[in-house]
């Protein structure tokens, strides 16, 4: 069974996320969301809440699974029985943190491969930080993440 981890912050998902778990999902057997136990940064949704975001919108995909790890990903990687680790690649500057990523990926454990898959075009510029920056303002973020987020980050900045 080929199964891949998609680790990210996902705070919170956005469709550009949701894209790739999507595609992942027609190439693996199982795909898994991992949601990483962050504590340098400082999210606006838990670990927890994240969790719960991404199970509703990806509650209809069979093969998806959500999780949360801690700690290093080659060792979850690992426990979850994968082979593969899924990235995003969007705009350019996404690529040298990412090969700084997969460089160390394959340093700590070769047998684990990092795949990218680039992003659709629509979603280039879609992060989860330009989604929470233009929500705190009060501005339209329709499209760009599933109903059920555009409605949590409602909730957290009170409109
Ligand atoms: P991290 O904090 O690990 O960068 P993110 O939640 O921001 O976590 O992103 C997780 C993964 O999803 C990363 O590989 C990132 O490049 C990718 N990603 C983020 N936004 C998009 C998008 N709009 N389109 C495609 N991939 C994306």
Redesign the pocket.
């Known amino acids: 069974m080929r199964v891949a981890v998609y680790?990210?912050?996902?705070d919170p998902i956005?469709n550009?996320?949701l894209?790739?778990v999507q595609r992942g999902a027609r190439v693996f057997d199982r795909v898994v969301v991992a949601v990483?136990h962050n504590s340098q940064k400082n999210p606006l949704f838990s670990v927890e809440e994240r969790t719960r975001l991404i199970q509703e919108v990806t509650g209809d995909m069979k093969n998806v699974e959500v999780d949360s790890f801690d700690g290093l990903l080659v060792d979850y990687v690992h426990q979850r029985g994968a082979q593969v680790v899924i990235?995003?690649?969007?705009a350019v500057t996404?690529f040298e943190y990412e090969l700084q990523f997969a460089s160390m990926m394959r340093k700590l454990d070769s047998r684990v491969e990092t795949l990218f898959m680039m992003?659709n075009n629509q979603?280039s510029f879609?992060?989860?930080g330009i989604v929470k920056e233009v929500a705190s303002g009060g501005g339209d973020i329709k499209g760009l993440v599933p109903e059920a987020v555009e409605q949590a980050l409602a909730g957290k900045y009170g409109y």
């Open positions: 680790p990210g912050s996902f956005t550009g996320h894209d790739i990483l990235r995003g690649l969007r996404d992003t979603y879609l992060s989860s």
